[in-house]
């Protein structure tokens, strides 16, 4: 089970400080989103802050790419230190070579889905992948609501992962908190995104609360 807050919802002024806390606070990941504009009515930032971030931290840097193409930042991502990488199947019409780019550059690949995506369209690259990453709010924004239909795709990847012997990780993002967090484990996800849980209180609590709902039997 890992943790990964995003610093969607962290002081933008500040990443190297908020960088330190998460990992002084116990979380195994930090999640960096970056948006394009146009993928998502929302832009962040590039490489460059994943780089910067590189630089103070030795966490697992969990880098979900909000972009059209995401194969033409590859080699960008790889040298700017990104642990993994994650691609959305709906932004590439070339979701197998994409993902074989992120292999070859060194890193771990991850695909994508939004809410509205089912599992089928990402069945094909499911024995390559070190990752399935399934949105549980539509991309762009922080703060949004948790949509619980989502974890029946969950299950399903669950499901597929064990019939198939797959290693893959199921993360979930997006309306995250140590409520809906128990939910995403029961239905079988392993890595749990969170942005403004963990960042509207103290980082180190939440990420302890985060841990402790978890610890919950099933
Ligand atoms: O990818 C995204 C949003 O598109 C996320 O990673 C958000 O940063 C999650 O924020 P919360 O829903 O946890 O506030
Ligand atoms: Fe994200």
Not at 160 to 178: L, P, Q, R, T
């Amino acid at each position: 089970m890992k943790i990964a807050p995003s610093i969607l919802s962290a002081d933008f002024g500040h990443f190297a400080r908020d960088a330190k806390v998460i990992e002084e606070s116990g979380a195994e990941y930090i999640h960096i989103d970056i948006m394009d504009g146009h993928f998502v009515d929302n832009l962040t930032f590039g490489a460059g802050v994943v780089k910067a971030i590189r630089k103070s931290s030795k966490l697992v840097l969990d880098c979900h790419l909000m972009v059209e193409n995401p194969e033409k930042y590859v080699d960008e991502f790889a040298e700017a230190g990104a642990d993994i990488m994650s691609i959305h199947v709906e932004a590439t019409s070339h979701i197998h070579g994409a993902l074989q780019k992120i292999k070859n550059a060194g890193m771990k690949a991850s695909v994508v889905i939004n809410p509205g995506t089912p599992v089928d369209a990402i069945k094909p690259v499911l024995s390559m992948v070190d990752q399935v990453l399934v949105m549980t709010v539509n991309p762009g924004f922080g703060g949004q609501k948790f949509i619980p239909e989502c974890l029946d795709k969950v299950a399903e990847l669950s499901a597929i992962k064990s019939a198939k012997k797959y290693s893959y990780d199921i993360e979930v993002d997006g309306g995250v908190d140590d409520k809906t967090i128990k939910a995403c484990r029961n239905a079988g996800a392993n890595v749990f995104v969170a942005g403004s849980y963990v960042f509207s209180g103290d980082v180190a609590e939440r990420i302890e609360k985060l841990k402790s709902s978890l610890a919950v039997e099933l």
